[in-house]
Every structure is written in C-alpha cells, then in structure tokens.
C-alpha cells in the first residue's frame, strides 16, 4: 500500500507542479498589473482542490454559514502538510496565510504566494516574527483575511497543543473576528515526518466566532484560551489536548 500512497503522492506533486509552471505566471502578471490578486487566487484555489481529489481526499466542511461577514482571523490546530490547503478550500472566501518562511524558497511558488497577500513568518526570529504580525494587522484592515496556525509546528500525535499569543495580538489590533477552525482526519491522511498521502475524509469544523474587539491587549491571554477551548471542542476526542490547564507553555 505504502508504494501506492506514494504513486499517488507523486502524481498530484506533478500535476501542482505543472499547474504551477503553466498557469501562475500569467495570473501573477494579472494580478501585478490590476493590484488585484482574486482572479490569481481563484485560479490557485481550482488547483488546489483539483489536487485534493486527486490525493483521495474526501472533504467535508461543517458550519461555513455561521462564518461573519466581515474581515476574519481564521485560527486552525496543525497536524499535518495537508491541512493549509484543505482548510484554504474549504473557506468560502478569499484568506491568506501566515506560513513559514521556507514555503517561500520556490521562486514562482513565493511570487504567487505574496501577490495573493501571503507573509512569511520566521518563528525563530522574534523581531521577524513580530514583524510579520504587523504586516498582518495592516492587511486585515485593507479587508484581507487570514488563516493562522498558533500552534506555531505541526503536531507529532494530532493532538491540540499550546498556541501562541501572535495571531491574537494581530486579531486585537486589526478589531477582526476570530473564527475557530477544527480539522480533523489530517493526522492520519498525512502524519509528521511522512512523505506520501493516504486517502480518507478530512473534516473542517468552523466554530462559532469571536469578536476580538471585545479584548484589550491585557486580555489577550483571555481571547486565546477562549478561541483554543473552542478549536478543541470541535475535534474528535482523538485530537483534543489531554492537559486540563487554559494553554499550558504557550508563547
């Protein structure tokens, strides 16, 4: 089965990579010359969900229509590669991402990535990683929203980890609404450490949402427990944290 998982792995590595090569350029172009990047990211998005039923994935997105209409702070648990792509398609709208600044090596890929408002963070560099954030609060309030993972790495065991106080700092200052997303079944589709996707169902729970502008930044603490129980209430028990403290050892 492992040699299967892998031929498949290596046909939707082939097919994003030719969709890459062939499509982004242009609608880079496109969205450089309009300042628009929403014709670049629905092309984007049509490949990546191409490429998640290429992958067997069956994905199943639960409470889309409880999400506000407003600018969103989407706040996800990470147990997997596979999870920014499955929870991006499962957003029904445009949102960018904070992700590691090593996403950001391949040139076209990069290019791609910051036109469509994506920003890398280097979580080893505090300034850098504060930096990010700042570049983030202005772009949430030019109207883009984005999907962060506070956990900061993937978890090893899929279950819930400490998150860190960045992507609620952003939410605070931006005044935006901080959605909780769970999503389950990622850890066992691809695990840390692993090279090859098995098929399987992947549920995104979107849970009910949280007006930051509610906390002051002395309450930021506050807001992240708050966001952090409801993104473990949504996953199965499988995933949820076994500690009973708010956030133990969170940044």
Do not use: W
């Not at 997105?61 to 409880?66: K, P, Q, R, S």
């Not at 506050?222 to 076994?242: K, M, T, W």
């Amino acid at each position: 089965m492992t040699i299967l998982y892998g031929m498949r792995t290596a046909c939707v590595v082939v097919f994003m990579t030719l969709y890459l090569v062939a499509v982004a350029p242009v609608f880079i172009l496109h969205a450089i010359i309009t300042k628009s990047p929403d014709l670049l990211y629905r092309v984007a998005l049509a490949g990546v969900r191409a490429s998640i039923r290429l992958a067997g994935i069956r994905l199943r997105a639960e409470g889309a229509d409880a999400i506000p209409t407003g600018v969103c702070v989407f706040v996800a648990n990470h147990a997997s590669n596979v999870d920014p792509p499955v929870i991006v398609a499962a957003i029904p709208r445009r949102v960018a991402v904070l992700a590691k600044k090593q996403v950001f090596r391949i040139p076209i890929f990069a290019a791609a990535l910051r036109a469509a408002d994506f920003i890398p963070v280097d979580r080893a560099v505090p300034e850098a990683a504060a930096a990010a954030v700042d570049q983030a609060v202005g772009r949430l309030r030019a109207g883009v929203s984005y999907l962060v993972f506070p956990e900061g790495s993937r978890s090893v065991d899929g279950r819930l980890r400490a998150f860190k106080k960045g992507s609620f700092v952003m939410a605070i200052e931006a005044g935006a609404a901080v959605v909780p997303v769970s999503i389950a079944g990622t850890q066992r589709t691809m695990k840390k450490g692993e090279h090859f996707i098995r098929p399987g169902e992947v549920v995104v729970r979107f849970g009910p949402a949280v007006d930051a502008a509610e906390y002051s930044m002395e309450r930021r603490a506050e807001l992240l427990a708050r966001v952090r129980a409801e993104v473990a209430a949504g996953l199965p028990e499988e995933q949820r944290p076994l500690e009973t403290s708010a956030n133990p050892a969170g940044g």
